[in-house]
């Protein structure tokens, strides 16, 4: 457990951690180019090591050097995984692993730890069966563990729920110039989480491959395309520098991020104009965005674009004059936890009062009080909740480890704030 202590002003200049998001996915897309890929300045946490391993089991040789990862490609060819293959609960690693396990000749196993194996993914399955692949939960209760019997997958025009997660689509993406015939994929209702299916397709191309988007409901992916080796460099994370922005938000400080693209496809990149809404002054530099904390006022925000910083605005709203309500986040329901009942929960420990129900939650502040927060071993309630150790006093964080799944050195660059 560690205790947040309180501060007068956030002051001070962070550099981000490089996107898990992009790592994940230039995993992939190096396994499947021909030939040799230099990936700079990967993402070094417990989910891209998963993936790392993962591959390993694939006969997709990764070799770390100093801040970068050489990934030999094999084009495709890729061997049966001798064992099951655990990932945690790296949600990108199992669902894009999910498609990916179709182009290894033979049977593949995917499992991960308890939470993983309550998170659905039978909407991806049932995708892949429509190309006449077995893909079948272990228990029949459409999660992990899986099977997945690959070989040959042909395409052809799949129909997917688009209201859960974008990872499935994304896991079918970045798989199907691989498959035997042209593939199209037809999205039912909304597509939720846009920007992360925007991330899947500009690292598509960067890597030679295109995709036609038909305004994300049909998605034309032609065969024969294949992944060019190249060397790369990642971005860093939005979603982790949500955090120090929000610290400076909640104290009134000015905090500069580093290693940020302003310009990024990533959804999260916007949260720094949330806060403006808000109330916070924004400065937009090269490589780098400056927030400083103003008086803040609450906002009615839809933020189904930007799920994974639903929590850090959460936690900002503590600190907000009036009501702030959250819209459009029902897919939090299955994330590393149920993020909507886990923030209903911690907030109203800490004195707000809080409604939510299916998709939205609503936070107003009130006598607010320490606390010591559950996790739930989630990497993003830790962050989040170590910002409201800025502003109230006798702030813990149980289990602060869970942060090695994205951020494993979040505390200490946290801590650059006291010193």
């Avoid at 995709?211 to 994300?216: F, L, Q, T």
């Avoid at 080796?229 to 000015?254: C, I, K, L, P, W």
């Amino acid at each position: 457990m560690i205790e947040i202590k309180p501060l007068k002003a956030a002051h001070g200049t962070v550099e981000a951690p490089s996107s898990k998001s992009y790592t994940n996915r230039a995993y992939l897309l190096a396994a499947l180019a021909g030939g040799t890929v230099r990936l700079e300045r990967p993402l070094f946490s417990d989910d891209t090591r998963y993936m790392r391993s993962a591959l390993a089991q694939f006969g997709i040789a990764c070799r770390e050097e100093k801040e970068a990862v050489i990934v030999e490609g094999t084009g495709g060819i890729l061997r049966a995984p001798k064992d099951e293959i655990f990932v945690g609960n790296a949600g990108t690693t199992m669902r894009f692993l999910t498609t990916f396990a179709t182009l290894a000749p033979g049977q593949t196993r995917l499992t991960g730890d308890e939470r993983m194996r309550e998170r659905p993914i039978e909407d991806l399955l049932q995708a892949l069966r429509q190309m006449g692949i077995r893909a079948e939960s272990v228990h029949h209760n459409q999660c992990p563990p899986l099977v997945i019997e690959g070989g040959s997958p042909q395409g052809g025009t799949l129909c997917l729920p688009g209201d859960k997660s974008s990872q499935y689509l994304t896991s079918i993406l970045i798989c199907a110039p691989y498959f035997q015939n042209d593939t199209i994929i037809e999205i039912e209702g909304e597509l939720t989480s846009k920007p992360y299916v925007d991330i899947t397709l500009d690292i598509m191309k960067t890597f030679g491959v295109n995709v036609d988007n038909e305004s994300y409901q049909r998605f034309r992916i032609a065969a024969g395309q294949r992944y060019r080796a190249q060397t790369y460099r990642v971005e860093g994370d939005a979603s982790s520098a949500s955090y120090f922005f929000a610290a400076a938000a909640v104290t009134g400080g000015t905090v500069t991020v580093t290693h940020v693209n302003p310009n990024s496809v990533q959804g999260d990149i916007q949260f720094p104009r949330v806060l403006e809404q808000m109330g916070c002054d924004v400065e937009i530099g090269n490589e780098k965005i400056t927030v400083t904390g103003k008086p803040l006022r609450g906002i009615t925000i839809n933020m189904n674009s930007m799920p994974d910083v639903v929590q850090t605005l959460a936690v900002v709203a503590l600190f907000a004059e009036g009501k702030t309500t959250v819209t459009g986040i029902g897919n939090l329901r299955i994330k590393e936890t149920d993020r909507i009942q886990a923030l209903e929960t911690e907030l109203t420990r800490l004195g707000a009062k809080v409604e939510a129900g299916d998709d939205f939650i609503s936070i107003e502040p009130g006598e607010l009080k320490p606390a010591a927060i559950e996790t739930y071993n989630d990497h993003r309630m830790a962050m989040s909740f170590a910002v409201a150790g800025l502003g109230i006093p006798g702030i813990r964080i149980k289990n602060p480890k869970c942060v090695d799944k994205s951020f494993p050195d979040f505390f200490e660059r946290f801590q650059n704030f006291y010193d």
